[in-house]
C-alpha cells in the first residue's frame, strides 16, 4: 500500500520547537506566558487594521465568545451560514439561541447577499430582529464582504466573521478577519497554520478583546481571594501552544503560497476534463489562501464526485466532499432556513483535493496520475 495522503495536515517549521523547549526552559506551562503575548502580538501585527486579538483554546470557543460578547441570549435568533463546518453554528446553540441558516451563492460559495436580507427582513416581519450574523469564508475564498457589510450596517446587526479557514486570505487587499465587530480564527490541526489546538477572537474594539480574555480565564474579578459575578470559561490558549503558532506565523506566508501553487498545479493537470470545475477567485478583490484546493464535478462527463473520491481512496488518498450544509443535519432540523437549492447543489458535486503545504511534487503527481488513471476508462 502507498504511504497515506492526506487532506490537509500540520506542517512545522524550524522556530517550532525551539518556541516549545524555551517554554519548558522557563517553566512557563500554562495557559499564559510570554508565547502567548507574542502570538497575540505577532497576529495583530499581520492581520493590521488596528485588530487586538485573544488567543483561545479553540475557534469555536472564540465563536463562543463572540456571542456571548455580543448579548446573544436564550430565545434570541442568530442568522448563520448554512454552508459551514457545525463549530461555525454549535455555539448558537449554547447560549440557548435559535440558528436561521441562510444559503449560499455559486460565485464564492459563501453566504448569498440577497438571501440574507430576505431572511432578515422576514425574521423583522415574524417578530425578531436577529442579534448577530456570522458569515463564513469556506476554504478560505472571501465572501462578498462589501454587500454583506452593507446589509448589515444598513440593518444594525453585528457581524461575527468566521474566518478560521481564511488566515492569509484578503478581500480588496484588506486580510480576512478583520471585517467582523468580532472575527474569529482557527488554529486547528488542519487548518493553513496550527498550534495543535487553538483559535483566536479578533476585534478593533478593546474592550471586546479584554472581555474575551476575562472570560476566557473564569470570569475573575479584582479582588485577592476567587470572586466571580458573571460566569465564566477556561477558553486561554497554553503558553505551550502559543510558541507552535509563533513558529507558525514566521512561515504563514509561504504556507499560503504553497497552497496556492498546489491548486494552480491540480487546475492545470486536470484542464483537460471539461466536467470539472475548479473554484474560481471571482476577480481581482478576491484572494484566497486556497486552504483546500476545490472543484465541482458536473455529472455529464460520464463521471461522479464520488466515483474520484472513492478512486482516489483505494490508492490511500483521503479527498472529501464539500462541507455538507447546515440545514440539511440531523441536529438542526427544523431550524429555519432560507435558500434557493445553491449549496445543496454544490454539496453534492463538490470534492476537496489533498492540500497541505507538506505535499511533495511526487504526493501531488501521485493524486493527478491516480484521478487519470480512473478517469481512462470514461469519456472525457
Ligand atoms: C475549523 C473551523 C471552526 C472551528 O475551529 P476549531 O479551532 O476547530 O474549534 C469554525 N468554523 C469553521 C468554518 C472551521 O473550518
Not at 442568530?78 to 460565485?107: K, L, R
Not at 436577529?130 to 469564508?137: F, G, L
Not at 476554504?139 to 481564511?166: C, F, K, S, T
Not at 497554553?238 to 497552497?259: F, H, M, T
Amino acid at each position: 500500500m502507498n504511504d497515506k495522503i492526506w487532506l490537509s495536515s500540520p506542517h512545522m517549521g524550524e522556530n517550532e520547537l525551539k518556541n516549545v523547549q524555551e517554554a519548558f526552559a522557563t517553566n512557563w506551562i500554562a495557559p499564559l506566558g510570554p508565547h502567548v503575548n507574542a502570538f497575540e502580538e505577532g497576529l495583530s501585527q499581520y492581520l493590521g487594521e488596528g485588530v487586538q486579538v485573544a488567543a483561545l483554546s479553540a475557534g469555536t470557543a472564540a465563536l463562543h465568545l463572540a456571542l456571548v460578547i455580543l448579548g446573544v441570549q436564550a430565545g434570541d435568533e442568530v442568522i448563520c451560514q448554512s454552508m459551514t463546518f457545525s463549530a461555525s453554528a454549535n455555539p448558537i446553540v449554547y447560549q440557548g439561541a435559535t440558528p436561521v441558516f441562510v444559503d449560499s451563492e455559486e460565485q464564492t460559495w459563501n453566504i448569498s447577499p440577497k438571501l440574507l436580507e430576505a431572511a432578515i427582513k422576514d425574521r423583522i416581519e415574524k417578530g425578531k430582529k436577529p442579534k448577530a450574523i456570522i458569515i463564513v469564508h469556506l476554504y478560505g475564498m472571501p465572501a462578498q464582504m462589501d454587500q454583506l457589510m452593507e446589509i448589515a450596517n444598513r440593518y444594525e446587526i453585528p457581524v461575527v466573521e468566521d474566518a478560521a479557514e481564511a488566515l492569509g486570505s484578503s478581500y480588496r487587499g484588506q486580510r480576512l478577519g478583520t471585517f467582523g465587530a468580532i472575527s474569529i480564527l482557527s488554529f486547528n490541526g488542519n487548518k493553513i497554520i496550527t498550534t495543535s489546538g487553538g483559535g483566536a477572537l479578533v476585534s478593533k474594539n478593546e474592550e471586546w478583546v479584554k472581555k474575551a480574555r476575562f472570560l476566557a480565564t473564569q470570569a475573575r474579578d479584582a479582588a485577592p481571594h476567587y470572586q466571580h459575578s458573571q460566569i465564566g470559561y477556561n477558553y486561554r490558549m497554553s503558553n505551550i501552544c502559543a510558541g507552535i503558532g509563533c513558529g507558525q506565523l514566521d512561515v504563514l506566508e509561504a504556507r499560503v503560497a504553497k497552497r496556492r501553487s498546489n491548486y494552480d498545479f491540480y487546475k492545470n493537470e486536470l484542464s483537460d476534463y471539461t466536467n470539472m470545475r475548479f473554484m474560481e477567485e471571482p476577480g481581482s478583490d478576491y484572494y484566497s489562501n486556497r486552504w483546500l484546493s476545490t472543484l465541482l464535478v458536473e455529472e455529464d462527463g460520464g463521471f461522479s464526485r464520488e466515483d474520484i473520491r472513492l478512486g482516489l481512496e483505494k490508492d490511500n488518498i483521503e479527498s472529501r466532499p464539500l462541507w455538507k450544509p447546515m440545514h440539511l443535519q440531523p441536529v438542526f432540523e427544523g431550524a429555519p432556513f432560507y435558500g434557493d437549492g445553491t449549496s445543496e447543489r454544490l454539496f453534492q458535486k463538490g470534492l476537496c483535493l489533498p492540500s497541505g503545504s507538506n505535499l511533495s511534487d511526487g504526493d501531488l503527481n501521485r493524486v493527478v496520475r491516480q484521478i487519470h488513471q480512473l478517469l481512462q476508462t470514461v469519456e472525457k
